[in-house]
Structures are given as C-alpha cells and as structure tokens.
Antibody, heavy 122, light 107 residues
Framework: QVQLQESGPGLVKPSQTLSLTCTLS??????????WTWIRQHPGKALEFIGY???????YYNPSLKSRLTLSVDRSKNHFSMKLSSVTAADTAVYYC??????????????WGQGTLVTVSP | DIQMTQSPSSLSASVGDRVTITCRAS??????LNWYQQKPGKAPKVLIY???SLQSGVPSRFSGSGSGTDFSFTISSLQPEDFATYFC?????????FGQGTKVEVK
C-alpha cells in the first residue's frame, strides 16, 4: 500500500525559502507514470494546486507560483521535494503531497500525505 | 485558469437524508472531474473520479454524474461518518483547480 509522508520545518521566516520533502513508502517513484503532486490549503480555505513532477522528471508549476517554485525528485531516496522562495505570510498553509493517478480523461489525487503545517512568521 | 464553483457552500442534514452538491466549471471540462471528502485535520480522500467512477473501497451510497460544465455529487442516505467537507477538482487543464468546498453539517 503506497503511503506518502511530508517532512520539513514548520516555521519559516519571511523572505526565506520553504523546503519540504515527500517520502514514498510501499512503492517506487520509478514505477508507473504518475504525477507526484504538491497541494496546499490555507487555514479554513480551499485547496490550491502547487505543481507536480511527472514520473519522467518533468515538472509543472502553477503559474501563480512559478517564479518562486522549484520541484525535484530523488529516486535513490524515493522522495520528491519542493522549494518555495521569498515566502510571505500568505504562504502559511498546510502543505500536502499526493500521487496523481489517471484514467481516460481525468487525473485524480490518491493517496495523499497527512499534510504539514508551515507557518511563515518572523 | 478554470474556475470551479460549488453550491451550496454549506448545508445541514440529518442521518438518512439524501444530499446533493453541485459543481460548475467555467468552461467545458468533459468528464475530467473528481470529488473528495475531507474531515477536520485530515487530508482529502478521493471518492469519485472521471465524474462518475466510484473509487475502490468507497461505499456505493456515494455517486457522481455530469459532463461538460455541470456536475453533481450525491450521498443517497447520509451516514454519521459522512459529515465532512466535499471538494470537486478538475483535471481537464493545468493548473488543476478545486471548488471552494461544501461543508455538510448535522441538522
């Protein structure tokens, strides 16, 4: 059974870089053509798609974050990562990683990590 | 970006009620529409994918329908464990986008 787990600092200072890692267990990042995805959820708000790393290593960045975002994958460690630079309080959110699956015309996210709260504060 | 509009934003219902939530896309997304359930402090969980396909292990009281711009999600007989927030998500075009959520509360 595939499981995902986010890790990284829970507190980041404004203007610094937020770095998170998502570690996969029960499967391999090298198997299957999945979309290894990041999503965030501001407190009490809707979900926001951040971007994904496709199984072949090619990234997609949400244009709203593209100038500050870097996604990468380390197959030897079976994890993928995100870095968001120049953070502000508006980047305070719960960050989730998830596997993007697909079938026919749709991509859906399953499973998800448990999520990690990142607070941007001095 | 494709905008996803859910309605209602919240509803109150009783155990055994039939509950329907709608999701409208700002342009046609064919059937590239998924539904998720989120409980407080937990990650979302996919219930329906490709508009009407039931995810493995999900009870059959959950169903989805629609295509193009208008979609619906139904719980045929609300159970105590179904009180949660439900989101739709489109994957027709990047960036993938979510509805704002519908909170199903106890009446």
């Amino acid at each position: 059974q595939v499981q995902l787990q986010e890790s990284g600092p829970g507190l980041v200072k404004p203007s610094q870089t937020l770095s998170l890692t998502c570690t996969l267990s029960g499967g391999s990042l090298s198997s299957g053509d999945y979309y290894w995805t990041w999503i965030r959820q501001h407190p009490g708000k809707a979900l926001e798609f951040i971007g994904y790393i496709y199984y072949d290593g090619s990234p997609y960045y949400n244009p709203s974050l593209k100038s500050r975002l870097t996604l990468s994958v380390d197959r030897s460690k079976n994890h993928f990562s995100m870095k968001l630079s120049s953070v502000t309080a508006a980047d305070t959110a719960v960050y989730y990683c998830a596997r993007g699956d697909y079938g026919g015309p749709s991509n859906w996210l399953d499973p998800w990590g448990q999520g990690t709260l990142v607070t941007v504060s001095p | 970006d494709i905008q996803m509009t859910q309605s209602p934003s919240s509803l109150s219902a009783s155990v055994g009620d039939r509950v329907t939530i709608t999701c409208r896309a700002s342009q046609s997304i064919r059937t590239s529409l998924n539904w998720y359930q989120q409980k407080p402090g937990k990650a979302p969980k996919v219930l329906i994918y490709v508009a009407s396909s039931l995810q493995s292990g999900v009870p059959s009281r959950f169903s989805g329908s629609g295509s193009g711009t208008d979609f619906s999600f139904t719980i045929s007989s609300l159970q105590p464990e179904d009180f949660a927030t439900y989101f739709c998500q489109q994957s027709y075009a990047t960036p993938w986008t979510f509805g704002q959520g519908t909170k199903v509360e106890v009446k």
